[in-house]
């Protein structure tokens, strides 16, 4: 049983459409979190989320915002994208424990053109 | 989050012990020390974590210095599915970790 996972795994679109990808972990995690890896394989953290609390980096762009249904979800959306976008983007959870580990999807590559 | 500093990358010999070292000079009393290592086209995976004491566990071995102002991840055997990305994280919240460009361990048969 995949622990978390992600569609699509490949998302080709045009500039300024809006998109989004989901992410489901069977965990049983509270905390669910996305990251960003750029074309030079950088990983940022985007969004930290549980039911009590979002965490947004700073330099996120409002453009981009999570959507949790339920404990067990946390997809993205993006609205307007830009080319600067086209990157893989990987959902993870963990419990709410300051120093679990984190689990990490597949990863779902985007590119914008 | 204090910063760290790894290697660019390594090479190892297939079933030899794999050293990988990471600097954090500026670490503070409650942050601890993750390892996580990405293989190719996959998401991270997580490895160990510490904060004083040496840690083992199925995976691989972490060293800290007395001083915690480096560490060192020991994999006792390389094998050519541990060629990965190895990245060396400080947190006081597991919950945001801030990967750096972590080192490229290599493999060969």
């Known amino acids: 049983d995949t622990a978390v996972s992600q569609t699509p795994k490949y998302l080709v679109t045009q500039m300024g459409n809006d998109k989004s990808i989901k992410c489901e972990q069977n965990?049983?995690?509270?905390?669910m979190y996305w990251y960003k890896q750029d074309s030079k394989k950088f990983l940022k953290i985007m969004f930290s989320y549980n039911n009590k609390e979002l965490i947004i980096n700073e330099t996120v762009p409002n453009r981009f915002s999570p959507k949790s249904p339920d404990k067990a979800h946390l997809n993205l959306h993006i609205n307007s994208l830009e080319l600067g976008d086209s990157a893989v983007y990987f959902c993870a959870s963990s419990r709410w424990d300051s120093y679990n580990e984190q689990f990490f999807g597949p990863g779902t590559r985007l590119t914008v053109l | 989050d204090a910063k760290t500093t790894q290697p660019n990358s390594m090479e190892s010999n297939e079933e030899e012990p794999v050293h990988l070292p990471c600097n954090h000079s500026?670490?503070?009393?409650?942050?601890?020390i993750h390892w996580y290592r990405q293989l190719p086209s996959q998401g991270p995976e997580y490895v160990i974590h510490g904060l004083t004491s040496n840690v083992n566990n199925r995976m691989a071995s972490l060293a800290i210095a007395e001083d915690r102002k480096s560490s060192t991840l020991i994999l006792h055997r390389a094998t050519l599915r541990d060629a990965a990305v190895y990245y060396c994280i400080l947190t006081q919240s597991g919950n945001m970790l801030t990967f750096g460009g972590g080192t490229r361990l290599m493999v060969k048969p």
């Open positions: 965990l049983g995690h509270d905390t």
């Open positions: 500026t670490i503070s009393g409650t942050d601890y």
